[in-house]
């Protein structure tokens, strides 16, 4: 079976960083399109990171310039790299993942999910 498990989160400072990792199981990660999601209380999930199989990315607005998504194919691990984190980052953040999409930015298009790990940015 296809398996995402998500770790790295935690309780930092505003400014602080953190380095969140996604570990995939039953597929080939590098043939992927893969991408970070994150979700609080009473709001609708939300795109924050996506790469292609041809390492081609996308931001939402809000995180470009602080948030890098990258991946190790040989270790088949996705990362999302959070730089000067704000209270506004605080989420759970989801990895997600589908064989290839033309809407790399919506939620809908990703078949596979991990549990979601807790990222808490206190002001």
């Known amino acids: 079976q296809v398996r995402l498990v998500e770790s790295g989160g935690g309780l930092v400072q505003a400014g602080d960083s953190l380095r969140l990792s996604c570990v995939v199981s039953g597929r080939t990660l590098s043939t992927s399109t893969v991408a970070w999601f994150r979700q609080v209380p009473g709001k609708e999930r939300e795109f924050v990171a996506s790469?292609?199989?041809?390492?081609?990315?996308d931001y939402v607005d809000s995180v470009k310039g602080r948030f890098t998504i990258s991946r190790d194919n040989a270790k088949n691990t996705v990362y999302l790299q959070m730089n000067s984190l704000k209270p506004e980052d605080t989420a759970v953040y989801y990895c997600?993942?589908?064989?290839?999409?033309?809407?790399?930015?919506?939620?809908?298009?990703?078949?596979?999910w991990g549990q979601g790990t807790q990222v808490t940015v206190s002001s």
């Open positions: 997600a993942g589908v064989l290839r999409t033309s809407e790399p930015n919506r939620a809908q298009s990703y078949w596979y």
């Open positions: 790469a292609t199989s041809s390492d081609n990315k």
